[in-house]
T-cell receptor, first 115, second 111 residues
């Protein structure tokens, strides 16, 4: 049973560039959430996608955008990268069908370094 | 706005000791509370999930409790082992799907 898969595992980008991170949810899950985790801190909620729509959003600027595809996989896009965007980006999937959540399963993350 | 605090930030214990990690939160309108462990540079591994209507969950040497009235959850680890060394995070999840994490407690279990 495949868990949550994220790609790439590591990425180095230059300030001002754009980046796309990808996530495949656990089999049977229909909801994908994205998080940013700075060193020594807990994950910060970016947004959640369900039925290809952004369901909830945290306090992140519009430079952060996302998409969910019909197969439930998701992308996180960050435009105009800043040095402060360097972090571990985590994707989590869950099952929300019927309004009930069985909790989150996380991927191993993408380590983004902006230079 | 939900705020989640985990105290202590770091904890070091000798192998075999029983220990308690604390998680406090300000908004009791939660849907689920979930405890995770995170090894350095890795993703999060789910340990226990407590639904809003439950008071505790157990898995092996782990027991998590939830007291919504006092805004607290505890994670009890029995007979700690060096392999338990990791950062432990609690997350509060609302009905609307928003989640808030604490900054974690970094546990070191010394042989």
């Amino acid at each position: 049973d495949a868990g949550v898969t994220q790609s790439p595992t590591h990425l180095i980008k230059t300030r001002g560039q754009q980046v796309t991170l990808r996530c495949s949810p656990k089999s049977g899950h229909d909801t994908v959430s994205w998080y940013q985790q700075a060193l020594g801190q807990g994950p910060q909620f970016i947004f959640q996608y369900y039925e290809e729509e952004e369901r909830q959003r945290g306090n992140f600027p519009d430079r952060f955008s996302g998409h969910q595809f019909p197969n439930y996989s998701s992308e996180l896009n960050v435009n105009a990268l800043l040095l402060g965007d360097s972090a571990l980006y985590l994707c989590a999937s869950s099952l929300l069908t019927g309004g009930y959540s069985y909790g989150y399963t996380f991927g191993s993350g993408t380590r983004l370094t902006v230079v | 706005k939900q705020e989640v605090t985990q105290i202590p930030a770091a904890l070091s214990v000798p192998e075999g000791e029983n220990l308690v990690l604390n998680c406090s939160f300000t908004d009791s309108a939660i849907y689920n509370l979930q405890w995770f462990r995170q090894d350095p540079g890795k993703g999060l591994t789910s340990l226990l999930l407590i639904q809003s209507s439950q008071r505790e969950q157990t898995s092996g040497r782990l027991n998590a409790s939830l007291d919504k009235s006092s805004g607290r959850s505890t994670l009890y680890i029995a007979a700690s082992q060096p392999g338990d060394s990791a950062t432990y995070l609690c997350a509060l999840i609302t009905n609307a799907g928003k989640s808030t994490f604490g900054d974690g407690t970094t546990l070191t279990v010394k042989p």
